[in-house]
């Protein structure tokens, strides 16, 4: 897959390689025989490589949509390096770099808007060990905001692993907070409902436990 703008041809493997006198644009994957248009730059990558992982790609190639012949593919309305991370999860088996929270929500409506099955099951299971780890305590607890665009991204792209993990990391906040994150990030009010009746849950808990203390009612 390689990158090039109107004057010249760069390459994703060149460019994140910092050499003494300049940042070297060429080659990554070779060869090649179609070209991805986006914003103006052009990546240079393989028909079969795209088709193999994406059923949409493949449809345009196999079928009689106009870019079955084309030997240059605009992509409007998508973003240089959202395509570039894109095509890094899953292009070259070798040089697949791990899903991220960097990476996670910027490649997941990709993989869905383009079918990459096995990069969305790794977003999964990146985003469900990322919360049972929390939840264990064995990393720290993510912000309130990445939890709820978690349980954004689960409901939007039917990820149902994520959401009963999420909801428990949600109820850990308070009303007041829970109720300000979700004018910022919206989720179902199903979903919300949920989440209100586990802290419920958590607050009755507390309660009994201070009351069997000798602490008296809340």
Not at 35 to 60: C, T, W, Y
Not at 70 to 88: H, Q, S, Y
Not at 126 to 141: D, K, M, P, V
Not at 194 to 207: G, P, V
């Amino acid at each position: 897959m390689d990158m090039e703008d109107t004057n010249q041809d760069t390459s994703v493997e060149e460019s994140t390689k910092i050499h003494q006198t300049e940042m070297k644009p060429p080659t990554l994957f070779l060869p090649h025989d179609v070209i991805l248009e986006v914003e103006g730059m052009h990546l240079h990558v393989r028909k079969q490589v795209l088709a193999d992982n994406s059923p949409k790609f493949e449809r345009k190639f196999k079928s009689e949509f106009k870019e079955k012949d084309l030997t240059k593919i605009p992509l409007p309305g998508k973003e240089f390096k959202d395509i570039v991370e894109f095509l890094r999860s899953f292009y070259d088996p070798e040089t697949i770099p791990p899903i991220t929270d960097d990476t996670v929500f910027t490649v997941l409506p990709l993989v869905e808007e383009y079918q990459v099955s096995e990069v969305k099951e790794r977003c999964e299971h990146f985003i469900t060990q990322t919360l049972q780890r929390a939840i264990n305590h064995e990393i720290e607890r993510p912000d309130l905001l990445t939890i709820l665009k978690y349980i954004s991204c689960a409901e939007q792209y039917n990820m149902a692993s994520v959401l009963p993990l999420a909801v428990t990391m949600c109820a850990k906040y308070t009303i007041i907070s829970l109720t300000e994150a979700s004018l910022h990030t919206p989720v179902s009010e199903i979903t919300l409902f949920n989440i209100y009746s586990e802290r419920a849950k958590i607050t009755e808990t507390l309660a009994e436990e201070r009351i069997k203390k000798g602490f008296g009612d809340i």
